[in-house]
């Protein structure tokens, strides 16, 4: 596989206070960036067990972003 | 703001003008004009076509006019209300009775040129006068080219430039030749401290947002060369000092000198500028930003004259010292920049003040005419039910359906597990389309509901409403985020973003499947009041909670009521202290309201918002103990006089020769003959900023100020040296500095490298310092040596503990934020004022004791509070007691109990709990829950993600 053909499956875990309402705010500014992350809203990244990680890569995910 | 424009008690007039106040306090008439918007705001849905479509072009005024928009247009995406306005003055139909293009792309027809504007009357018992504050006159930035130089920019013009949504996406550039600049210099006091256009005053603000502004460009622009130059750097705010320091070690250059013009040169800027050793000098620069002051709004005089209030001589609104909000009309008062230049925080905790002082106005009326809204009966649904899921996929116009093929996400949903129902809505916030949500729930017996739009943190409690008027638990919903997170930000994939859109889709789907009803809770509140303090802060905010009708108790450790203010014999203004604090201790004793624990302190508290428990015991061994039920508290702890063992690395050893201000104060208000004696050195920041102290005391050069001008009124032949590092004298206070050095007062500064050398051990104390406009080394050996030694907390450790409320380094209560929720502390039902929360003069120490009653008393007007639905619960028999989750909850909304079998178990304190999820991620044996965020539900999802 070449770089150019490799196209992540990234899922991201965002903070309702910051990084989700960021990522609000980069669409209202209508900032571009690439359609490979996919998101699961939480109310703070405290919540973020390990669990999710391991389940999310086990699952397909590629990488795994978080913002909090 | 938008839980403003949200609430049912609020009626926002935009658009508005005042025009006359008639009545008294308690029953006001106020006329406005409510000015044609030519949009119906209810209809409108910020879609944004209009503005598309418009031909015309109109400077941007919200961005400064460094971009154009059109005369169709909203402010910004988060303005409030989110509805769109057309400009009368630009439109091309509504002067040359043309185009009406605007009407015919409008989808959800809310355009309505027919519109007129209304004169309104109003029926108010009290009135806020929050108009903020004006521009500084263009005349008084000419001296700096600015007008006749692109490249010399006003801060609000550069605010707007660094901004990620403003004109250039935040970019760094030359107005003149759109490249990055290289060297950047600031120029403090444009329009402020300056009477050559009037304005006396310091604006309070432009240090710190300079500094700010400086930070920010530079995290743009790493390399870029910033200077400052300024005649005080004024950051007397709390923890502002230590954002200078900061920029400081960024590189950014603080240079003291006076700028006196600004001149184009060949492609840059020649500053000319000296310094205070009486040097001239030149430098170019690439860029010159003027941070301007505060003027008063430039319709100051005629709101004053239409609502019947004084203004001050710099045409603000006139307050006084110990009633800072209360203009000179019973019933009208004031915040926030009008009252005075000011900076978020202050006119934060100022709006919170003025809100407590109308509801004391009020309070006869309290509660008539308030909006409830009432539901139908909520539908039980069980968990073995089935599950019924209704998907709602919105176009929003074109905002998503002009990326995202909304009908093949539609389709997607089909035959999906779970999907009973699925439909496309053009726009799904709108009026019409809520009710067809509601009818489609009852139609197909929906428990669940998915709607893929725009993003919960602006529309979920739009929805969340709905269900409830159509019977269901609000929190059967889940919102999928397909236009911020997906076609705006992908608005060149279409493929790609329809696919991941459908992906967000089908797990929230999975999502929705595992949702279920949560209780709405809400506690009750006890409506008494517990005041720790009974100094000026602590007075205030009882008083202020007694006036609003709530029963209070205060407990003052000391055997007297008062505190520190005793010390304090006259302000800059000449109020008398005593006299007025007298009466206020008068006031609070003889109130039927208030309770006086005198030499008693805190002992033991439980409990949570609107239950507190608190033992209050006497100071003596023997002295009774009381256990006061309460709903919430204020700490008003108060602090005292710092007196610092050594001073710029000198010992000190306090007497007659060698005072504080405090010592000094008094010493002036006594009768000795000799109290004003014929030469006086003040030294600033003893202790203070780095000296033993890390933070600036805010108050001291006022009171440095104050006391000079006592000594050269007693005695006009005596000289008084003031020794300063930067001398902040902020907002009014700057009169009186001028006017000292009017008076002969000698104000000098001094470095700290080296530093002034003090012998003040002993019977004949002696200053040697460098002078810098003489330049060379002087030796003083003044009557008296004043330190002005700054502010330290009382005790707050002890408190902070009991409470679990956090302090900062330099033992200060910590709020909840620093700029929106300036007097409450994180532990709901605690709220904080006065010394205790920073060292501050006595004005704001008022307004913040009348804010913290104002915050206080919202838990005990309403009798509950309401909790959301998304909190903690723990599974006790699952629960090992290990205490994990109670040692990591940051709102100390856990606690560990006894169960019947005497075990260690855990339980949620709903009121305290803000549902973050700490507890359940760490909970070793999956014990705790977290509604709307369970483990099952987020599994779904992931499982979800994995499953395209």
């Known amino acids: 596989m070449t770089s150019e053909e490799f196209n992540p499956r990234i899922l991201g875990f965002l903070c309702n206070w910051c990084c989700y309402a960021a990522a609000d705010g980069a669409g209202a500014s209508r900032y571009q960036y690439p359609p490979n992350l996919r998101t699961i809203r939480i109310m703070c990244t405290g919540r973020l067990d390990p669990a999710f990680v391991f389940r999310a890569f086990v699952e397909g995910a590629d990488g795994i972003f978080t913002g909090g | 703001m938008v839980e403003a424009g949200r609430s049912p008690n609020i009626e926002l007039l935009s658009n508005t003008d005042f025009l006359a106040l008639d009545g008294k306090p308690g029953a006001f008439t106020a006329r406005v004009r409510v000015r044609p918007r030519y949009i119906i705001p209810e209809k409108c849905t910020a879609c944004g076509m209009c503005a598309q479509y418009c031909p015309r072009h109109l400077v941007d005024g919200y961005n ?107 970019k760094l550039l030359r107005l003149s030749d759109r490249r990055h600049p290289k060297s950047l210099a600031f120029i403090q006091c444009v329009g402020s401290r300056d009477l050559g256009c009037d304005n006396g005053y310091c604006s309070s603000v432009c240090c710190m947002y300079a500094i700010k502004e400086a930070l920010v460009a530079k995290e743009h622009e790493p390399e870029l060369d910033i200077t400052i130059y300024y005649i005080d750097m004024r950051t007397q705010g709390k923890g502002f000092d230590a954002a200078r320091i900061r920029a400081e070690d960024k590189g950014i250059k603080f240079v003291r000198a006076r700028v006196a013009e600004v001149m184009p040169w060949g492609q840059q800027l020649k500053l000319a500028y000296s310094t205070l050793d009486g040097g001239h000098f030149f430098k170019a620069y690439d860029m010159v930003v003027l941070a301007v002051g505060l003027d008063a709004p430039a319709d100051a005089a005629k709101l004053a004259q239409s609502a019947g209030f004084a203004l001050n001589h710099y045409d603000f609104c006139q307050t006084t010292t110990f009633s800072p909000l209360q203009s000179s009309r019973a019933g009208v008062v004031v915040a926030g920049a009008f009252q005075g230049p000011k900076d978020i925080p202050e006119s934060v905790t100022q709006s919170s003040a003025v809100a407590g002082l109308v509801s004391a106005l009020t309070k006869q009326e309290r509660g008539k005419g308030y909006v409830i809204k009432t539901y139908p009966q909520e539908q039980q649904v069980s968990d073995d039910e089935e599950v019924r899921i209704g998907v709602f996929v919105c176009h929003c116009g074109v905002n998503i359906a002009g990326v995202v093929d909304v009908p093949s996400v539609d389709q997607y949903v089909e035959g999906m597990e779970g999907v009973v129902f699925h439909a496309q809505s053009l726009y799904s916030c709108s009026q019409d389309a809520q009710e067809v949500l509601k009818q489609k729930i009852k139609e197909h017996r929906l428990n669940r509901v998915v709607i893929a739009a725009c993003s919960p943190r602006t529309h979920e409690p739009l929805f969340q409403e709905t269900l409830k008027d159509a019977g269901l638990n609000r929190c059967l919903f889940e919102m999928v985020n397909i236009r911020d997170q997906c076609s705006w930000v992908h608005a060149n994939e279409p493929q790609a973003a329809t696919f991941k859109a459908k992906d967000l889709v089908r797990m929230g789907i999975a999502k929705a499947r595992h949702i279920k009803p949560l209780p709405e809770q809400t506690v009750s509140v006890i409506d008494k009041a517990l005041v720790i303090g009974g100094g000026i802060a602590g007075l205030t905010a009882a008083l202020s909670l007694a006036d609003q009708g709530f029963l209070t108790s205060l407990v003052e450790k000391q055997p007297h009521l008062g505190g520190h203010l005793h010390d304090a014999r006259y302000t800059l203004r000449g109020d008398d202290t005593a006299k007025i604090l007298k009466n206020l201790i008068n006031q609070v004793r003889k109130h039927q309201n208030i309770e006086v624990y005198l030499s008693s302190e805190l002992g033991q508290i439980t409990g949570y918002v609107g239950n507190f428990s608190s033992q209050i015991k006497g100071k003596k061994t023997d002295d009774q103990t009381t256990i006061v039920e309460h709903g919430v508290i204020v700490i008003a702890t108060g602090g005292r006089e710092h007196r610092p063992p050594r001073v710029l690395d000198a010992p000190i050893k306090y007497s007659d020769r060698v005072l504080t201000q405090n010592d000094l104060e008094r010493r002036l208000a006594g009768r000795a003959r000799n109290r004003a004696p014929g030469l006086v050195v003040m030294i600033q920041c003893a202790g203070s900023r780095g000296d033993d102290l890390s933070y600036c005391s805010k108050q001291c050069c006022n009171e440095a100020v104050k006391n000079a001008l006592k000594i050269k009124e007693i005695n006009p032949a005596a000289q008084v040296v003031v020794l300063y590092r930067d001398l902040r004298t902020y907002g009014y206070a700057e009169d009186a500095y001028r006017e000292a050095r009017e008076k002969g007062v000698l104000f000098i500064p001094y470095s700290l490298d080296p530093k002034p050398k003090l012998n003040a051990e002993g019977k004949a104390p002696e200053v040697a310092f460098y002078d810098p406009i003489l330049r060379e080394e002087v030796t003083l050996a003044p009557d008296l040596l004043v330190l002005s030694t700054g502010i330290v907390p009382e005790d707050t450790e002890e408190l902070s503990k ?107 304190i709903t009121a305290s709990c803000k549902g973050c999820g700490i507890c359940a991620s760490h909970c070793p044996v999956f014990a705790i829950s977290m509604g709307g965020f369970t483990d099952e539900q987020i599994k779904a999802q992931i499982k979800a993600f994995g499953a395209s």
């Open chain 2, 64 to 170: 400064e006019g460094l971009a154009l928009t059109r005369p169709i247009h909203i402010d910004y995406p988060q303005a409030v209300p989110a509805s769109y306005f057309i400009d009368p003055k630009a439109c091309m139909y509504l002067k040359n009775g043309t185009c009406m293009i605007c009407l015919s792309v409008c989808q959800t027809r809310a355009i309505n040129f027919d519109q007129q504007a209304e004169e309104r009357e109003l029926h108010v018992g009290a009135v806020v006068m929050a108009p903020g504050f004006g521009r500084i006159p263009d005349s008084a930035l000419e001296k700096y080219s600015y007008g006749a130089h692109p490249d010399v920019v006003t801060s609000l013009e550069f605010e707007r430039m660094l901004c990620a949504s403003g004109p250039f996406e935040g």
């Open chain 2, 802 to 908: 009991l409470l679990k409320v956090p302090i900062t380094s330099d033992k200060f209560f910590l709020e909840a934020h620093v700029k929106l929720r300036p007097v409450e502390l994180p532990v709901a039902g605690v709220y904080v004022c006065g010394l205790a929360h920073s060292p501050q003069p006595v004005e704001e120490i008022i307004v913040q004791a009348q804010a913290a009653a104002a915050k206080a008393a919202i838990p005990m007007v309403k009798g509950h509070v309401l909790v959301e639905p998304t909190v903690s619960t723990v599974d006790q028999p699952s629960c090992i007691g290990c205490g994990i989750c109670e040692a990591l909850c940051p709102y100390q909304a856990i606690r560990m109990i006894k169960d019947e079998k005497n075990k260690r178990k855990a339980e949620t």
